[in-house]
């Protein structure tokens, strides 16, 4: 598949995908609290997306059974609400996408449970600065290697492991689109970026080694060694200047 240059129309609609997205993600994380089963938070997500006039992207999506994914501590990314129960202490990462007359929105926040430890605080910090390093890289004539090397640099130089195994992706009329977008790399290598390339960055970190595990459900996955993880994603646009950042209110 071919990199995709959008038009101002279709970017203009992206934006609209993307305040779904953000309203919802904000409004989850408000209801998260010690004792609130993780499909509660799925019901919600759901409820609100339809609300504000979209269509939940994740759902069946590849035959995933939920609109949102819910990780907690060691899950990364992937999570399938249920039955489980948030603890005081838990950190749980939101990922949630929108569709929006035909176009899509991506967008990860993680959230402590009541009060988190300062290592679990840190890290959640630290994974949304490498996302605004990335982000920061994402200009026009910069290199895709621009993004991953800055956020692998970021993450690293606080003391926290990059995930390797899943990355982030262009995004559209279709949730993954090409280019893909690795959370490590060298600078100045691979695709050049270019004005309205639209992309859903979004680095995962954990606090101990990088490597994963795929859980027996073939969704969730998690860290190798049980070391708490944290994601955070934006869908932006390639512009003239700073890259404009779909996923906000």
């Keep these: 598949m071919a990199i995709t240059i959008k038009s101002e129309r279709e970017i203009a609609i992206m934006r609209q995908a993307g305040k779904i997205v953000a309203r919802v993600l904000a409004i989850l994380a408000g209801e998260v609290k010690p004792g609130l089963k993780t499909k509660e938070l799925d019901v919600i997500a759901e409820r609100e997306i339809r609300k504000l006039g979209g269509i939940p992207s994740f759902k069946g ?56 430890s300062l290592q679990a605080k840190a890290l959640i910090e630290a994974t949304q600065g490498a996302l605004r390093a990335g982000i920061a890289q994402a200009r026009n004539k910069n290199r895709l290697g621009d993004i991953s090397a800055a956020v692998q640099q970021y993450a690293e130089s606080r003391g926290f492991s990059v995930v390797r195994e899943y990355t982030g992706h262009g995004i559209g009329r279709q949730m993954h689109e090409e280019p893909l977008i690795p959370n490590f790399g060298s600078p100045g290598t691979g695709p050049m970026l270019k ?43 390639i512009t003239d200047g700073e890259a404009e950042i779909l996923t906000v209110e």
């Design 195 to 237: 004005k309205g390339m639209t992309l859903a960055i979004e680095p995962m970190l954990n606090i101990g080694d990088w490597r994963t595990r795929l859980c027996d459900n073939k969704w969730t996955v998690c860290t190798l060694d049980g070391s708490l993880s944290a994601h955070f994603e934006h869908t932006i646009a």
């Design 61 to 116: 999506y590849r035959g995933y059974p939920a609109s949102l994914c819910v990780s907690v501590n060691d899950e990364i990314v992937h999570g399938i609400p249920g039955d489980r129960v948030l603890c005081e202490g838990d950190i749980i990462s939101l990922d949630l996408g929108a569709i929006y007359q035909g176009y899509q929105g991506d967008s990860a926040i993680t959230v402590g449970v009541g009060r988190i």
